[in-house]
């Protein structure tokens, strides 16, 4: 059984192991595969292993002894999955492993945009602190956000863990999703559809897949509803939000502020415009990378081939 992982160095820089996939067969591990790398290196596999590099249609027909994709992450996109699903190709993914560390992001933004911790920090490493005739300062406006209603679009697991903690905080939540699960347990939780949630919430976070309708849920016409003081969070994907819209907003204080971990090309331009926009936080998608995540990616990711190996495949996502 021959095995290629094509980008393996952000599931793994070092500090993971490979041992327990390499013990299914002949394993050869890539850091990092371009798109016309793909069918040289995939070659004779008969199991790829792939985070973001995309297997097409052209370049499947080009490896017939491929039996078997697996996903070292949740969204499935870059895959053609009907083709796979017609060559009899199966293909899984790893869901749920990232659902603590995604909501722990979600909240490191909001809270950064709150309280501004880093920049009061930093002003105190500049002898700011030192300076004040008062025993505190801060330049920046402090928010409380107890109280506050939290708007979550898509209400998955990492949605209604992210409602765990924004209840935990005492906050109000508006909930918006596909499909309403009964949510009676949540004492401060409603429904809404999204034209409220957008012109009630105090925050928005995003934690919806990106499909045809959700593809730039977020543009000039949704930034409109939302209150000038709202905050908007995404952590879920880059192309859910029409970034110069976003930039715009945030320019002319239509909205107070941003916190996003994705954007929609990745790694993106270095002329993006949210680079320059207001009160606009990004950090580079790290919301899944948590050691603790990874090894958890892993852990299912292993056990995802060794079951279909052994002839009862699980999290198959073209069945």
């Given amino acids: 059984m021959n095995i290629v992982v094509l980008d393996g160095f952000t599931l793994n820089p070092g500090d993971l ?12 591990i890539y850091d990092r595969t371009s798109v016309d790398e793909i069918v040289e290196r995939s070659k004779g596999a008969e199991v790829v292993l792939t985070n973001k590099v995309p297997l097409a249609t052209d370049t499947l027909e080009r490896l017939p002894d491929l039996k078997y994709i697996g996903v070292l992450a949740t969204g499935y996109n870059i895959i053609d999955i009907d083709y796979a699903r017609r060559r009899g190709i199966a293909v899984t993914n790893v869901p ?9 992001l979600t909240f490191a933004l909001l809270l950064e945009l709150c309280h501004r911790v880093q920049r009061h920090s930093d002003r105190v490493a500049e002898g700011k602190w030192s300076r004040s005739p008062d025993f505190c300062f801060w330049d920046y406006p402090l928010i409380e956000l107890s109280g506050k209603a939290m708007g979550i679009v898509g209400f998955g697991e990492i949605g209604q863990k992210v409602a765990d903690i924004a209840s935990a905080l005492g906050m109000d939540i508006l ?24 012109e009630r919430s105090d925050v ?23 209150k000038p003081a709202a905050f908007l969070l995404n952590t879920a994907r880059g192309s859910l939000v029409e970034e ?15 916190g996003l971990d ?3 090309v990745e790694p993106p331009a270095a002329d993006n415009p949210l680079f320059t926009a207001k009160n606009c936080l990004i950090t580079p998608h790290i919301a899944w990378a948590t050691k603790e995540a990874r090894s958890r990616l892993m852990q299912i990711a292993t056990e995802n081939l060794s079951a279909y190996l052994e002839g009862r495949p699980q999290h198959v996502v073209n069945p």
Avoid at 17 to 28: N, P, Y
Avoid at 96 to 104: E, K, R
């Fill in 262 to 264: 994705v954007l929609a």
């Fill in 204 to 226: 928005i976070s995003l934690h919806c897949p990106l499909t045809p309708q959700t593809k730039g849920l977020i543009n000039r016409s949704t930034l409109a509803k939302m």
């Fill in 96 to 104: 749920g492993y990232s659902t603590d560390s995604v909501a722990q």
């Fill in 175 to 198: 909930g918006y999703s596909r499909t309403r699960t009964d949510q009676a347990h949540r004492k401060n939780f409603r429904w809404a559809d999204l034209d409220e949630l957008l």
């Fill in 17 to 28: 192991s490979w041992e327990r996939i390499r013990q299914l067969g002949a394993l050869t």
């Fill in 244 to 258: 110069a819209d976003l930039a715009a907003a945030l320019d002319q204080g239509k909205i107070a502020g941003a």
